[in-house]
């Protein structure tokens, strides 16, 4: 089961909080997936390290449908976005959650993260609250690790 391999000290940051805030909980935690929560600690979103980064990449970046031409960005390298867009609630930025409950199985898990193009999945208890992360390597050493009771081929 997924509860078996998640990662149990789990970030998380309230709906009240601003953006602002997510990123610095992201820039000093080192994680890449934060969990927005309700009052009662159950996940309604997540602020993905992409999401935020967004916020400083120039608007022509989604329009070229290739940067290796682009050696840098020049100037916009030393722009950061405008306080007004840092003071804006997390709710303005977080994306839909996909979360498990901790007694999914690892392969289905992992499944869905590859389904959803996810590598970080938010684990919650039966209850609906937020009690651990899984990521696509804790999945998938938990599945390898279970091999070694396979026996080898006979010849």
């Keep these: 089961m997924i509860r078996d391999c998640m990662k149990r000290k789990v ?3 309230s709906t009240e909080a601003t953006i602002r805030q997510a990123a610095a909980l992201v820039a000093e935690r080192h994680i890449g997936l934060l969990p927005v929560v309700d009052r009662q600690g159950k996940p309604v979103g997540v602020i993905r390290l992409a999401d935020l980064l967004s916020l400083e990449l120039p608007d022509f970046f989604n329009l070229l449908p290739d940067l290796d031409f682009v050696h840098d960005f020049g100037a916009v390298e030393t722009t950061r976005p405008a306080p007004k867009e840092l003071d ?5 930025l977080m994306q839909p959650v996909t979360f498990m409950e ?10 869905l993260m590859l ?4 590598h970080d ?15 696509r390597v804790d999945i998938g050493v938990a599945i390898l690790s279970s091999w070694k009771t396979v026996e080898p081929s006979k010849p």
């Excluded at 389904?115 to 996810?118: D, E, I, R, V, Y």
């Design 121 to 135: 999945l938010p684990v919650v208890s039966v209850e609906g609250a937020l009690v651990g992360i899984a990521s």
């Design 115 to 118: 389904k959803h193009n996810l």
């Design 88 to 92: 804006r609630p997390v709710t303005a």
């Design 11 to 13: 970030f998380s940051i």
């Design 102 to 111: 901790e007694t999914c199985g690892l392969l289905r898990a992992y499944a």
